[in-house]
Each structure stands twice: as C-alpha cells, then as structure tokens.
C-alpha cells in the first residue's frame, strides 16, 4: 500500500525508569548474547526482580552454559521487550545491555522458579539466569501532537 503523505511521529528517548516500567509491562523479550562468537537472539519470556530481568532456561542452553562459566560480574548481554502495534507502528521499544549470572543459590532459584513459570513447556527447564541492567534505553514512537515539541 502506498501512502500519499507520511504520517507525523515523535520519536521520544524514555528515561531508564520509566524503560524498565514499560518492560515489566510485558512479559515476552529477546535476550542476545554471544555463540561461537557471533550475536544470537532467543525469545524468551521474563520477570522483573528488584531491578533485574530474570529469565528462565534449561541445563543444555547455550547462554546458561555462558552465564555459568562467567567470572566476575557474568557475561555480556542485552535484552529487548517492545509492545509496538503492527497496523500503525505506534509503540515502545526498550533495550537494556548488563551481566548475566546463573542463579546457582538454591533458595534464590527456588523463589525465582516461583516468580516465573517457563512459557515454553520443556523437560529440564529448570535453570535461571538474572540479568543486572548497566544501561538502559527505550524509546516511544507516537503521533506527533502537532507541536513539534516532544511530550513525555
């Protein structure tokens, strides 16, 4: 379909607080980190827990091999969650870069396997990896409210 006129957006930075409430809204993402060095991505689903994203996995995954073997603060990762309407293209997309650690605690990974239940049904999904965020970015893309000016 092709349009005579392009619809006036705002394209709208969010500011990390208000990035991570919008990922806590949903409860699907994609994590990507690094596979016989090169980037891959993988839907999964996710909860926030005192600030970080929690995700579960299984034993024989890549990144829980990744996360296990991580020394110091873990393995370089970034996580992405949108909600963006595929008719109008109007939305929120945010992306947070930080460490991935294995939930080695028995106790923390008993809590985390309550808190998030794995969305695909899978012999062995019982591991959990928790991502500390170090940046945090998003943005909001509406239509423009004629101004010119780029509300909030």
């Known amino acids: 379909m092709t349009r005579k006129?392009?619809?006036?957006?705002q394209r709208i930075d969010l500011d990390?607080?208000?990035?991570?409430?919008?990922?806590?809204?949903?409860?699907?993402?994609r994590i990507v980190f690094t596979r016989q060095a090169l980037p891959t991505v993988r839907p999964v689903n996710h909860v926030l827990d005192h600030g970080d994203i929690v995700i579960r996995t299984h034993e024989g995954a890549a990144l829980t091999a990744h996360a296990g073997e991580a020394p110091g603060s873990g393995v370089v990762v970034a996580y992405e969650a949108d909600a963006i309407d595929?008719?109008?293209?109007?939305?929120?997309?945010?992306?947070?870069?930080?460490y991935a650690r294995l939930v080695?605690?028995?106790?923390?990974?008993?809590?985390?396997?309550?808190?998030?239940?794995?969305?695909?049904?899978?012999?062995?999904?019982?591991q959990?990896?928790?991502?500390?965020?170090?940046?945090?970015?998003?943005?909001?893309?509406?239509?423009?409210?004629?101004?010119?000016?780029?509300?909030g």
């Open 5 to 9: 006129y392009a619809p006036a957006y």
């Open 16 to 29: 990390p607080v208000e990035a991570l409430r919008l990922l806590g809204s949903v409860s699907l993402g």
């Open 86 to 98: 595929p008719a109008s293209h109007l939305g929120w997309s945010v992306v947070v870069t930080g």
């Open 104 to 126: 080695t605690d028995p106790a923390e990974l008993d809590r985390v396997r309550g808190l998030l239940q794995p969305w695909v049904p899978m012999q062995g999904m019982d």
């Open 128 to 151: 959990a990896v928790r991502i500390r965020p170090e940046v945090v970015s998003g943005v909001r893309l509406r239509e423009s409210d004629g101004t010119g000016a780029a509300a």
